[in-house]
């Protein structure tokens, strides 16, 4: 599959008998490769690989999953440190699909509840890919309700509350900016190319052509490139004549 490109044998450098590479970096090919594939199926879970080249992606994938699988001597090497040490290419798109990837875990990260109390960051989160990817449904399916559903959710509190008749149009304004505010931090599952729209410049047109109405004069010189000229009249006399 597309796990080969990157974990060829005779290019990859931290499968175990490599030579020249500290023991804490060598790991398992069948454990890494395993890993590696769980960590793309959540990026495909997650709109990051609709419409990208796929070895980008299983780079940044194999690299967490080579961190969360020996975590403590791995999580200070960098994505470029670890494509160099198993010599392989680094794609330039593999740091931007790293960073998808990280947006991702801490999200998932974030609903774990045990995770929580921790300052989980891009540095750290690599270590947690297990728990993550172990609960990766429910999280997913927390993670990224829609806006309406966080909305409800944060506006709970206030049901419970005794109910209150709403009077005032400012009373409104706030409730209405309290359900903007929740879904805000909760936004859609969506491909990235729809959370961040590339935007596209638009040329200014000119005043004279909006203006054009389809009633302004047609010159002499416009009609003239219509009429016939008497050598293209018999031309076409002739052409008449042969058919």
């Known amino acids: ?3 080969g490109f990157v974990f060829c044998p005779h290019s990859f450098k931290l499968f175990p008998n490599s030579s020249n590479v500290p023991s804490k970096f060598v790991e398992d090919k069948e454990k890494l490769v395993a890993r590696t594939i769980q960590v793309v ?3 495909s879970e997650t709109w990051l690989v609709t419409g990208r080249h796929p070895i980008p992606i299983v780079t940044a994938a194999a690299y967490l999953a080579w961190q969360s699988l020996c975590p403590a001597g791995r999580l200070t090497c960098t994505l470029s440190q670890f ?3 198993a010599c392989i290419d680094l794609p ?3 740091h931007l699909r790293l960073k998808e990837l990280h947006n991702i875990l801490l999200r998932m990260a974030s609903e774990l509840s045990w995770l929580q109390v921790l300052k989980v960051s891009k540095k750290n989160v690599a270590k947690h890919i297990a728990d993550l990817l172990q609960h990766r449904r429910l999280l997913l399916q ?3 309700r829609t806006g309406d559903s966080a909305a409800e959710e944060c506006l709970g509190d206030s049901a419970a509350a005794p109910l209150q008749t709403i009077d005032t149009e400012t009373d409104e304004t706030s409730l209405a900016g309290e359900k903007r505010k929740c879904s805000s931090e909760r936004p859609p599952l969506l491909p990235p190319c729809l959370l961040n729209p590339k935007k596209k410049l638009r040329t200014s047109v000119p005043c004279s052509e909006l203006s054009v109405t389809g009633d302004e004069p ?3 010189s416009e009609i003239e490139q219509y009429l016939r000229t008497p050598e293209e009249k018999e031309r076409f006399s002739k052409a008449q004549a042969c058919l």
Do not use: M
């Open 142 to 144: 927390t993670a990224f």
């Open 1 to 3: 599959g597309i796990s």
């Open 92 to 94: 330039p798109p593999a």
């Open 218 to 220: 047609i010159l002499d």
């Open 83 to 85: 494509c160099k040490l």
């Open 41 to 43: 199926e959540l990026a």
